[in-house]
């Protein structure tokens, strides 16, 4: 069965990476009157990224869904974010197997992040 799952990275092009499907409209935001009238449905499913792990635990981090679904749903306006562009600038340079941890923009990483 092929797979069109590619192995870049489209945010840092990072080649030979894990990637994940990031949805450009989120998800939780397709049944959002405001979601509505501002994306056609059918880009609902359509409007994916794929991304390294890294890149789309940073943007998760960095941005919220509202975020994501009303301005940055195109990979050029995620890669045009001060905080992703210099993300991503950092971890271009990084080979494909290294560790990156991601931290979220208060300071808590990602995966240990906890509601105050």
Known sequence: MPSDRPTACELCRREAVVTTKHHLIPVARHNKPRTRRQHDRAE???RVAWLCKPCHKTVHATLTEQELAEHYHT?????AHGDIA?????VRKQPANA???VR???GRTA???RRA
Not at 86 to 90: K, L
């Open 99 to 101: 560790h990156v941890v």
């Open 86 to 90: 210099r993300f991503v600038a950092f």
């Open 111 to 113: 995966g240990n992040a």
């Open 75 to 79: 990979v050029e306006r995620l890669a």
């Open 44 to 46: 609902f499913n359509t």
């Open 104 to 106: 979220r923009s208060n």
